[in-house]
């Protein structure tokens, strides 16, 4: 679901993201200027109150497994939102971005996942509940089914 944008506007990334609960009538994108390979491409802005930027959030760069192509993937957050707010920004033909957000999923489709990854639940191997007491033909089985005649519900 597409919630903002971003326009190059005299050399300048700003634009807004606007949800039912979310009104950011102004936010910009600075690039990291670091040496880490582990740091994030953009610092997400936002122009609050007091008319002072602050940080909001953060984009790395990452590639879509289907098609190779490149964007932006991070989160926006503030101690006012319940939780971080997970974000792509894809890149238009006018220089700027189109901003994206979806719930996270157990199989994420983008190399990185999208604000994390996430595996499959064929991927998480064994760890999950454990094996099962139900029998071939769904009886209870161990786990004190022979504990007495008394049902168990």
Same mark, same amino acid.
Do not use: H
């Given at each position: 679901?597409?919630?903002?944008?971003?326009?190059?506007?005299?050399?300048?990334?700003?634009?807004?993201?606007?949800?039912?609960?979310? #009104? =950011?009538?102004?936010?910009?994108?600075?690039?990291?200027?670091?040496?880490? #390979?582990?740091?994030?491409?953009?610092?997400?802005?936002? =122009?609050?109150?007091?008319?002072?930027?602050?940080?909001?959030?953060?984009?790395?760069?990452?590639?879509?497994?289907?098609? $190779?192509?490149?964007? =932006?993937? $991070?989160?926006?957050? #503030?101690? $006012?939102?319940?939780?971080?707010?997970?974000?792509?920004?894809?890149?238009?033909? #006018? !220089?700027?971005?189109?901003?994206?957000?979806?719930?996270?999923?157990?199989?994420?489709?983008?190399?990185?996942?999208? !604000?994390?990854?996430?595996?499959?639940?064929?991927?998480?191997?064994?760890?999950?509940?454990?094996?099962?007491?139900?029998?071939?033909?769904?009886?209870?089985?161990?786990?004190?089914?022979?504990? $007495?005649?008394?049902?168990?519900?």
């Amino acid at each position: 679901m597409n919630i903002g944008e971003i326009r190059s506007v005299n050399g300048r990334l700003t634009g807004s993201i606007a949800t039912r609960t979310i #009104d =950011l009538p102004r936010i910009g994108l600075r690039k990291v200027e670091s040496m880490s #390979d582990r740091a994030p491409a953009y610092e997400i802005l936002a =122009l609050n109150v007091a008319r002072r930027w602050v940080q909001i959030g953060a984009l790395w760069e990452a590639f879509s497994k289907k098609t $190779g192509e490149a964007f =932006l993937a $991070g989160s926006v957050d #503030d101690p $006012g939102l319940p939780e971080p707010l997970p974000v792509a920004l894809f890149p238009t033909e #006018d !220089g700027g971005y189109t901003i994206a957000w979806r719930r996270e999923t157990m199989r994420s489709e983008f190399a990185g996942g999208f !604000g994390g990854m996430q595996r499959s639940y064929d991927e998480r191997g064994q760890e999950g509940f454990g094996s099962s007491t139900a029998g071939a033909d769904g009886a209870l089985m161990g786990a004190g089914a022979d504990e $007495g005649d008394e049902p168990l519900f």
